[in-house]
C-alpha cells in the first residue's frame, strides 16, 4: 500500500510539472480590448500636479514603443519614464509639470493586451494643473499630395506663431498622429495663434529631415479662439536644401560638376562663347559632365548655372581642364522606347535615350519599313532634340491604308517565312544609304549603324525594333470635359501605379484614346501663377504648392475603370 501511495504522488507531481510547463490551448480567440478600471489623476480631473499617472485595466497589459505611441500635449520637456506591472501602466514625471496647464495624453497603440495585443479603444486622458480645461481642438485630414492618398501615423505638429521655431529647427508645442485614414486631431488647446505642420517622421526627432522625409504645412497662421475642422494639408518629398557644388573636377575622359541635390536645368557660358557639350551623367541629375571636343589644353573659364526645383539658382566659375589619362571614354548606349501604332491612325510616336550628347546625326540610317515597296525616312519635321541633345522624340504618321491592306499588319513581329530571299544589304554598312534594307522583313524601326555619333567620337550600333499594329476595339476611351477659369493646367492619366500614361495640357474638352483596360485615375496639376510649370511650393516662404486636383464622382469615387470597346465619360472635373 505504501508503494502505491508513493507512486500515486510521484504520478501526480509529473503530471503537474508537464502542465505547469506549457499554456492551455484552445477556446476562442481573445478579440476583447482592455478596459480602463481607474485613473489617477481622474479624467478631466482640475487643479492637480502630479508626479506620477497611474492606469489601472481590466486584465494583463503590456507596453509597445510606449515613449512613441504614447503622446502627452503639450509636449513635455522634462524627463519621464513609462513602466507597466501586471494589469497597471505608470508614467513617473522627474520634475513638476508647467502650472495653468492642460494635459493631454494620447495613448494610441502603447498599450495592449498581454496574450493578443488588443489596444484600447480612443483612450485619452486629460487633466489641468490649473483650475479648468482648455476645450479647443483643430482637426482635419493629411493625403499625399501626388496620389492624394490618405497619410497615415504622420505627426501632426502645432507651435506657437509668435515662436521662431518649426518643424525645421525645434520640438512643437502640442503633437498627435494621424489614424490609418489620414484624420488628426489636436484637442485641450489653449487660444491663441498657431502654425501646423505634418510630417512622416522617420528618426522620431520632431524635425523634417527635408532630404529624406515628407512634410507639409498650413500656409496661413490659424487663429484659434473656437475649435476648427477640416484644416487639411498635403505632403510631399521636396528637398529644400540650399544648393551646393560639391566637386567639379575631371572624371575619366570628362569633366564632372556634382551638386548636393537634382538640378532642374543649367546652362553654361564661356567669355569666348566656345560650343561645349554637356548633358546630366543619370537620372539623378545631380552631376553634369562636359566633353572635351575641342582638345582643350590649358585650363578654360566657365560659369555654370544651376536651378532646382524651389527656383533657387546658383552660378559657378569654374575652371575646366583636362589632363591625359588612360581611362577610356563610357560605353555609348542608347534606348528605344516605342508607343502602340493602331491601325486606324498609323501614328507611330516614340523615343531614343542617349547617356552622351549626340553631336552628329545621319538621317538617312533611319527609317521604318514595313515591306520592300513601303520605307519611310525621317526629316527635321519628325523629330525634335531636347536641350541636351541626349534625348530625341520622333512622330510619323503612316498611311493607314497601308496597315490594312499590306502584309505588315499579319506579319507583325513574325520573322520571315522559311525560304524567303532577304532584301541585299549591302556589306560595307559604314557607308550604308536610305536603299539599304533590313535583313529582317518583319515590319520594324532601323537604326543603322552609325545612325548617331556622340561628343566622344562613339557611333551607335545597329538598333531594330519591331513594329507591332494594334487593333482600336482591343482600347477604350476616357471622356474629360474640364470646368475652370484657370488658364493652364496638365490634365494626367494615372494608371494603377500612379504612372503617368498620357496627358493634356490645357484643353478644357477632350478623351483620353487608346487606353488599356484597367483602372486610372486622372490627375490635375493646375499653374495658377501661369509661368509654364506646376510649381512645388516652399516652407521658407510659407508659400503652398499649386493646386494638385482629382477627379472624383459624385459618389466619391476616384478610379475609372476601362475595359476593351468601352466609352466613359463625360468625367466632369471643376476647379
Known amino acids: 500500500m505504501k508503494v502505491i501511495h508513493l507512486l500515486s504522488v510521484s504520478a501526480l507531481l509529473t503530471l503537474f510539472g508537464c502542465a505547469n510547463q506549457t499554456q492551455p490551448t484552445g477556446g476562442p480567440k481573445d478579440k476583447t480590448p482592455p478596459v480602463l478600471l481607474r485613473s489617477i489623476p481622474e479624467d478631466r ?29 503639450p509636449r513635455v520637456v522634462q524627463e519621464y519614464e513609462i513602466t507597466s506591472k501586471r494589469n497597471r501602466v505608470y508614467i513617473k514625471f522627474k520634475e513638476p509639470l508647467n502650472d495653468s496647464t492642460t494635459y493631454t495624453l494620447n495613448f494610441r497603440e502603447g498599450i495592449q493586451d498581454l496574450t493578443e495585443g488588443n489596444i484600447p479603444s480612443d483612450l485619452q486622458l486629460a487633466f489641468s494643473t490649473g483650475p479648468y480645461l482648455d476645450s479647443l481642438s483643430i482637426q482635419g485630414d493629411v493625403k499625399v499630395l501626388f496620389t492624394n492618398k490618405p497619410a497615415k501615423d504622420i505627426s501632426i505638429l502645432l507651435y506657437n506663431s509668435n515662436d521662431t521655431l518649426s518643424i525645421l529647427n525645434g520640438p512643437p508645442v502640442y503633437l498627435t498622429k494621424t489614424t490609418d485614414k489620414g484624420h488628426y486631431e489636436l484637442s485641450n488647446l489653449k487660444s491663441g495663434a498657431y502654425d501646423l505642420y505634418a510630417l512622416s517622421d522617420k528618426n522620431k526627432n520632431l524635425m523634417a529631415e527635408v532630404k529624406s522625409e515628407a512634410y507639409g504645412f498650413y500656409p496661413e497662421a490659424i487663429k484659434l479662439d473656437s ?11 521636396l528637398d529644400i536644401s540650399p544648393l551646393k557644388k560639391l566637386s567639379a573636377r575631371q572624371s575619366g575622359t570628362t569633366f564632372e560638376a556634382k551638386y548636393n541635390k537634382f538640378i532642374t536645368d543649367y546652362k553654361i ?20 559632365q562636359i566633353y572635351n571636343p575641342l582638345n582643350i589644353q590649358d585650363s578654360l573659364q566657365i560659369y555654370l548655372t544651376v536651378n532646382d526645383s524651389i527656383n533657387n539658382n546658383q552660378t559657378d566659375t569654374i575652371y575646366l581642364k583636362f589632363e591625359p589619362t588612360l581611362r577610356s571614354p563610357r560605353n555609348f548606349t542608347m534606348d528605344v522606347k516605342l508607343d502602340k501604332i493602331f491601325v486606324t491612325d498609323g501614328l507611330l510616336n516614340g523615343q531614343l535615350t542617349f547617356n552622351k550628347t549626340i553631336t552628329q546625326t545621319n538621317g538617312d540610317s533611319i527609317f521604318i519599313y514595313l515591306d520592300s515597296l513601303n520605307i519611310f525616312h525621317f526629316d527635321s519635321t519628325h523629330l525634335k532634340w531636347n ?21 505588315s499588319t499579319s506579319s507583325s513581329n513574325k520573322p520571315p517565312s522559311p525560304g524567303t530571299k532577304p532584301p541585299l544589304v549591302k556589306e560595307n554598312v559604314e557607308k550604308e544609304t536610305k536603299t539599304t534594307a533590313p535583313a529582317d522583313k518583319s515590319p520594324q524601326l532601323y537604326i543603322g549603324y552609325s545612325t548617331f555619333v556622340s561628343a566622344e567620337n562613339d557611333s551607335s ?52 484614346n487608346k487606353v488599356s483596360p484597367g483602372d486610372y485615375r486622372i490627375r490635375v496639376l493646375v499653374d495658377a501663377n501661369n509661368n509654364g510649370l506646376w510649381d512645388p511650393g516652399n516652407i ?36
Request: charged content about 20%.
Open 387 to 407: 536641350k541636351t541633345k541626349d534625348q530625341l522624340t520622333f512622330n510619323y504618321k503612316i498611311d493607314p491604308t497601308l496597315l490594312t491592306t499590306s502584309s
Open 227 to 237: 475649435s476648427i475642422s477640416k484644416i487639411n494639408i498635403e505632403i510631399q518629398n
Open 45 to 73: 480631473q482640475t487643479n492637480i500636479n502630479p508626479k506620477e499617472i497611474s492606469l489601472e485595466f481590466d486584465e494583463l497589459i503590456k507596453l509597445k514603443n510606449a515613449k512613441e505611441q504614447i503622446l502627452i500635449t
Open 269 to 288: 557660358e564661356t567669355h569666348d562663347s566656345l560650343p561645349l557639350h554637356s548633358n546630366f551623367v543619370d537620372e539623378t541629375h545631380k552631376s553634369i
Open 540 to 575: 521658407l516662404t510659407n508659400t503652398p504648392s499649386e493646386p494638385v486636383i482629382f477627379y472624383q464622382s459624385t459618389e466619391g469615387n476616384q478610379t475609372l475603370t476601362i475595359r476593351a470597346n468601352w466609352e466613359l465619360g463625360p468625367n466632369l472635373i471643376q476647379f
Open 461 to 512: 550600333a545597329l538598333k531594330t525594333t519591331n513594329l507591332s499594329f494594334t487593333k482600336p476595339e482591343l482600347f477604350g476611351i476616357i471622356l474629360v470635359e474640364i470646368q475652370t477659369d484657370q488658364t493652364s493646367y496638365s490634365v494626367q492619366l494615372l494608371d494603377s501605379k500612379n504612372n503617368v500614361v498620357q496627358s493634356v495640357e490645357s484643353i478644357p474638352k477632350f478623351n483620353f
